[in-house]
């Protein structure tokens, strides 16, 4: 079976630490935020007594991408079994998403 979608890679959960292995931090962190403006959403409010959907990082830490980084059902990535600098960890609707 060759069709298209086996190619297609995920990224969502690798995109940070491949970003950040070839580019300055502060280039990082323009290019993954600067797309919100594109298509009109807004920054959500962190208010006493919300919930707060928060990413944090640290862009010192290396670590290699697996099949268990990967959250999605699909398990296809052009970044397996690569070294990447850069970490991200999640805190979305009160749990803490480890990448």
Excluded: R
């Amino acid at each position: 079976m060759n069709s298209i979608w086996q190619k297609l890679t995920i990224g969502l959960e690798s995109a940070f630490g491949a970003l950040n292995t070839v580019l300055p931090l502060e280039i990082c962190i323009e290019k993954l935020t600067q797309g919100k403006s594109i298509f009109g959403i807004e920054n959500a409010p962190i208010d006493e007594g919300e919930i707060a959907n928060l990413s944090f990082f640290n862009p010192d830490e290396t670590w290699t991408f697996t099949k268990e980084n990967i959250l999605s059902k699909s398990k296809n990535s052009a970044f397996l079994g690569i070294k990447m600098k850069g970490k991200v960890w999640n805190f979305n609707k009160g749990k803490l998403i480890l990448g």
